[in-house]
C-alpha cells in the first residue's frame, strides 16, 4: 500500500514540475504609453473623435485604476517633486525606481545602474520590441534600454557640453565608453538586445560611435539588424532583428490646425488698457483640424505596432511590447491642440491593433497608461460670467477646435506664458483589457506598472 502511494506522489510531483515548468511565464505584455496623456487629454480627442456620448477604445477596455506619478529631488532623493518629466516616470514603469527629471535607468542622486524589464525578459529568454512616434532615443523609450543621467545624451556628439534645451546643457561624461560608461543612447540601444525597434530618430545614428570610425547606424547593421526607412522596406521585413528610422527626429504628427495654427492670446480692445473692467475681450477665431502634409510616406503608429508584433510572434514565444505616442505631450507643449488630438487617434488605432492581436492570443496582457499629465483643459466656449458687464477672457492660450459634430470645443493652456507649456502633476488613468483582471487595486503608484509587468511576464501557478 505505501508503495503505491509512493508511485502516486511521485507522479503527482511530476505533473507539478511539468505544469510549473509549462506555464513558467504568464504570457504577452503589450504597455501602450500615452504621453502627456491625462484625462483632458482623452476627453478633448473623446469629444472630437466620436462625440461627447461615444466611446473610444480606450474607453471600451474593462480594468480600469488610477496612477500617482513619483519623482524626487536629485539633490535630496527622499524629497519629493510633484512634477515628472518623460524620463524619470518612464524609469518608473521600466525599472520600479522613483528618480529625479532628466534621468534615464539610474538613480537620483547616486547615479547607478537600475535593471530594467527589458533586461530582465532577455535573463529569461523573452523577446522585446520598443514602438514610438518620437525618437527610439527619445526619454520614454530610451528608459527601457538604456542608463544615462540625462535623457539628452541621445547620440556620440550629445554626451560633453551639449545644448539640450535653449541655454541649457547636458554632460554624460561619465557615460563615455572612455570612462567607463555604456555610450549615448543611440550606442546602448545597439547593445541592448531588443528585437524590434521602430520609430524616428535617424540622426542619432548617422554620426561616428565613439572611438569607433563607424557610424552608430553602421553597427547596428553589424549587430544583425535589419533596416527599414520607409514603408516599403519596413512591409518587406518578415522576421529577424529591425530597426526602423522613418524620421530625423520625432515623426511628424498625422493632423494640425488650420494653416498649423496653434493656440492663442486673447485681446482686450483699447479701453481695457486704462482698466480691467472696460473695453471687450477678443478670442481667438474657431478653427477645424485638418491633415498635417508633413505626414507623407510614414507608417502610422497602428501600422508599426502591427510589425512589432508579427515579428515578435513570428516564433511564437512569448514578449514584451512598448508602444508610445509621443506627441500628444510634444504638440501639447507648443499648444496644438490638433495634434495632440491626432496622436491620441495613432494611440487608440494602435491600441486596436492590440486588441485584435489578444483576441487570436488571449494570454496577452494589454496596459495602456501615461507618464504624466499636461497642460490642457476643456474650458467653457461661452463663460458662466458671460452676461455681467464685465470683459471675460482666458488667461494663457486658447483654442477653439470646430468639432466634426459642428461645435466648438474650447481648449486652454495657462501652465507658462513661455514658448512652451509645461507638465502637470495630475494622477493619470492606468487600463486594462480582462487579463489585467485582480492585477492591481483602483489606485497605484507609478512604480508598480513595472511590477505588475514582471509579475506576468514572470509569474508561476
Not at 506522489?9 to 500615452?34: D, E, K, P, R, Y
Not at 541621445?154 to 554632460?171: K, L
Not at 492570443?361 to 496596459?367: A, K, R
Not at 493652456?413 to 483582471?437: C, R, S, W
Request: proline fraction near 5%; aromatic fraction near 6%; include cysteine.
Amino acid at each position: 500500500m505505501k508503495k503505491i502511494r509512493l508511485k502516486v506522489t511521485i507522479i503527482l510531483s511530476l505533473i507539478i514540475t511539468v505544469s510549473i515548468s509549462v506555464s513558467a511565464f504568464a504570457g504577452n505584455v503589450i504597455l501602450i504609453i500615452g504621453d502627456g496623456m491625462d484625462d483632458q487629454q482623452i476627453s478633448i480627442a473623446r469629444n472630437y473623435l466620436v462625440g461627447a456620448t461615444g466611446k473610444l477604445s480606450l474607453d471600451n477596455l474593462s480594468v480600469r485604476s488610477n496612477v500617482q506619478v513619483l519623482t524626487v529631488s536629485d539633490r535630496f532623493p527622499k524629497h519629493p517633486v510633484y512634477v515628472a518629466d518623460s524620463a524619470n516616470s518612464a524609469t518608473s514603469m521600466a525599472s520600479g525606481v522613483v528618480t529625479s527629471q532628466g534621468r534615464i535607468g539610474t538613480t537620483a542622486g547616486t547615479d547607478e545602474d537600475v535593471v530594467n524589464i527589458i533586461e530582465l525578459a532577455h535573463q529569461q529568454g523573452i523577446r522585446t520590441g520598443v514602438v514610438t512616434t518620437a525618437s527610439i532615443t527619445d526619454a520614454t523609450p530610451a528608459a527601457f534600454y538604456a542608463h544615462t543621467n540625462s535623457r539628452g545624451c541621445q547620440n556620440p556628439a550629445m554626451m560633453v557640453n551639449a545644448e539640450f534645451y535653449p541655454r541649457v546643457f547636458v554632460d554624460c561624461s561619465a557615460d563615455l565608453k572612455s570612462n567607463g560608461g555604456k555610450g549615448s543612447i543611440s550606442e546602448q540601444l545597439i547593445n541592448s538586445g531588443v528585437d524590434v525597434m521602430l520609430g524616428g530618430g535617424l540622426k542619432h545614428f548617422t554620426l561616428p560611435s565613439e572611438g569607433d570610425g563607424d557610424e552608430v547606424i553602421a553597427l547596428a547593421e553589424q549587430a544583425g539588424y535589419q533596416l527599414a526607412l520607409n514603408p516599403k522596406q519596413l512591409d518587406s521585413i518578415k522576421k529577424g532583428k529591425l530597426l526602423g528610422l522613418f524620421s530625423p527626429s520625432t515623426m511628424p504628427v498625422i493632423w494640425r490646425g488650420e494653416s498649423d495654427r496653434a493656440a492663442e492670446h486673447s485681446e482686450m480692445t483699447w479701453p481695457g488698457m486704462i482698466h480691467w473692467s472696460l473695453g471687450e475681450a477678443i478670442v481667438p477665431e474657431p478653427m477645424r483640424c485638418e491633415q498635417n502634409p508633413q505626414f507623407t510616406d510614414l507608417p502610422t503608429l497602428a501600422q508599426m505596432t502591427d510589425k512589432a508584433l508579427s515579428i515578435l510572434d513570428s516564433d511564437k514565444s512569448d514578449f514584451f511590447l512598448m508602444i508610445e505616442s509621443a506627441s500628444i505631450d510634444k504638440q501639447a507643449h507648443y499648444r496644438k491642440t490638433c495634434g495632440s488630438i491626432g496622436e491620441l487617434k495613432q494611440l487608440n488605432d494602435a491600441l486596436d491593433s492590440a486588441i485584435n492581436y489578444a483576441q487570436s492570443h488571449p494570454d496577452t496582457l494589454i496596459l495602456v497608461t501615461a507618464d504624466h499629465g499636461h497642460a490642457a483643459q476643456i474650458v467653457p466656449d461661452s463663460s458662466l460670467f458671460a452676461a455681467s458687464p464685465y470683459p471675460i477672457y482666458r488667461p494663457g492660450h486658447l483654442s477653439r477646435i470646430i468639432t466634426p459634430q459642428g461645435h466648438i470645443m474650447a481648449v486652454n493652456y495657462a501652465t507658462t506664458d513661455f514658448i512652451t507649456e509645461e507638465h502637470t502633476g495630475v494622477t493619470v488613468p492606468l487600463m486594462a483589457n480582462k487579463m489585467g483582471q485582480g492585477l492591481f487595486p483602483s489606485m497605484i503608484t507609478q512604480p508598480h506598472i513595472f511590477n505588475i509587468v514582471k509579475d506576468y511576464l514572470f509569474q508561476k501557478d
